[in-house]
C-alpha cells in the first residue's frame, strides 16, 4: 500500500522561514513533488526531488531522503501570498505508467 | 509550453442528470490522461487513469459505471459524471503527461467545480 502524511495545519509570520514536512511509503517510488494550491484553482508546481538532497529554488527548497521515505519544503522570507495548501505528491510507476499520489496536504497561513 | 485545458471551469447540475468534463492537450499529445476529485479541505484523490484508445483503469472505490471516461484522442479525455447525486459535489481535476518526460511531464487542468443541487 502507500501512505504520504503531512501536518494538517500551519500557521507561521510574513518575512519568517517555515518547513512543511512529508513522509511517504510506497512502492515504485519515482520521484517526490511538491505544488502550492490556492483554494478553488488547480495545484501548481513548485519542485520535484528524484535523487536524495536539497533543491533550491529562489525562495523554496526541498528536500528528499529516500531511505527515510521523508521530504520537506522550506519556504523563506515567507510573503502574504504564500498563504496556501502545499501538496506533496509521490509518483510511483505502475505497469510502466507514473502515477500521481498525493499527500493530505498542509494548509499555510502566513499573519502579518 | 504544455497547457491542458479543462471544461466546464463550473457546472451546476440538477440530481439524476449526467455532466461532461472535458480535458485537453493544447500543444502536445497525451497518450495518458489523470483525473482527481478534491473535496473542500482535502487533498486530490485519484480517481483513474485514462488511457488513448483502451478502457480506464479506475481506482479502488470508484465506481466506473459511474464515472465514465472516454479518451478518444490523444488530445481529449471526457470524464462523465453519470445519475448525478449532491454528494458527487466536488473539484474535478485532470492532469495529462507529455509523452517520454516521465514523471515530470505532467501538466494539470484548471479544475471544474460540479454542484449537484
Known amino acids: 500500500g502507500q501512505n504520504i502524511d503531512q501536518p494538517t495545519e500551519m500557521t507561521a509570520t510574513e518575512g519568517a522561514i517555515v518547513q512543511i514536512n512529508c513522509t511517504y511509503q510506497?512502492?515504485?517510488?519515482?520521484?517526490l513533488f511538491w505544488y502550492q494550491q490556492h483554494a478553488g484553482e488547480a495545484p501548481t508546481f513548485l519542485s520535484y526531488n528524484v535523487l536524495d538532497g536539497l533543491e533550491e529554488k529562489g525562495r523554496f527548497s526541498s528536500f528528499l531522503s529516500r531511505s527515510k521515505g521523508y521530504s520537506y519544503l522550506l519556504l523563506k522570507e515567507l510573503q502574504m501570498k504564500d498563504s496556501a495548501s502545499y501538496l506533496c505528491?509521490?509518483?510511483?510507476?505502475?505497469?510502466?505508467?507514473?502515477?500521481?499520489?498525493f499527500g493530505t496536504g498542509t494548509r499555510l497561513k502566513v499573519l502579518a | 509550453g504544455a497547457v491542458v485545458s479543462q471544461h466546464p471551469s463550473r457546472v451546476i447540475c440538477k440530481s439524476g442528470t449526467s455532466v461532461k468534463i472535458e480535458c485537453r492537450s493544447l500543444d502536445f499529445q497525451a497518450t495518458t490522461m489523470f483525473w482527481y476529485r478534491q473535496f473542500p479541505k482535502q487533498s486530490l484523490m485519484l480517481m483513474a487513469t485514462?488511457?488513448?484508445?483502451?478502457?480506464?483503469?479506475?481506482e479502488q472505490g470508484v465506481e466506473k459505471d459511474k464515472f465514465l471516461i472516454n479518451h478518444a484522442s490523444l488530445t481529449l479525455s471526457t470524464l462523465t459524471v453519470t445519475s448525478a447525486h449532491p454528494e458527487d459535489s466536488s473539484f474535478y481535476i485532470c492532469s495529462a503527461s507529455r509523452s517520454g518526460q516521465g514523471a515530470r511531464g505532467y501538466t494539470f487542468g484548471s479544475g471544474t467545480r460540479l454542484t449537484v443541487v
Open positions: 510506497t512502492s515504485g517510488f519515482n520521484g
Open positions: 485514462s488511457n488513448e484508445g483502451s478502457k480506464a483503469t479506475y
Open positions: 505528491a509521490v509518483t510511483r510507476t505502475t505497469s510502466g505508467t507514473y502515477k500521481y499520489i
